[in-house]
Structures are given as C-alpha cells and as structure tokens.
C-alpha cells in the first residue's frame, strides 16, 4: 500500500472489526447458531492478538502519515528554490 491514507483506513476498519468481535457476543451467537460453540472459548486466543496486531498497525499508519505530510510541506518550497537556480 503505497497511500497512507488507504494504509489508515484499512487498519482503522480491521480494528473497529476486531474490537467488535472481542468485546460484544457476536462470534459467540454466530458460533452458537452454526453449532461450533465449544470453539467460542478459544476465540480470546486469536482475537486478542489481532487487536493488537490492528491497534499496531493503526499507530503505524498514523505515523507514517504524519511522516508523508511533513514531507509533502517541505517538498514545494524545495522544488522552488532548485526551480531558480
């Protein structure tokens, strides 16, 4: 993913997606209705991680958008000043 933008919007929707899975029964009643509930106990040992893995990559993202901004508004003045030499 070259855009930062994109970057952040694909961490910040596997976040929101994964906070939704751990902290409401969703997967639990999903489970349930398939008839894979003794699975819903081991659904902390792989969604926990994700959050981080997410939460991570989110922070990441903000980061390196930060980073592509700062850039941006530098880059303009020095193409000006090579322009005139």
Sequence with gaps: MKKPKSLLRVSVIGTVL??????TP?????LGSV???????YLDYAL?????LFIGLTLYALW???RH????D?????????SHE
């Design 18 to 23: 994964v906070a939704l899975c751990c902290f």
């Design 26 to 30: 969703i997967l639990v009643i999903l």
């Design 35 to 41: 008839g894979l509930a003794a699975l819903a106990g």
């Design 48 to 52: 926990i991680p994700a959050l981080a």
């Design 64 to 66: 390196r958008q930060k």
């Design 69 to 72: 901004d700062s850039r941006c």
């Design 74 to 82: 530098t880059l303009p003045s020095q193409s000006r000043n090579s």
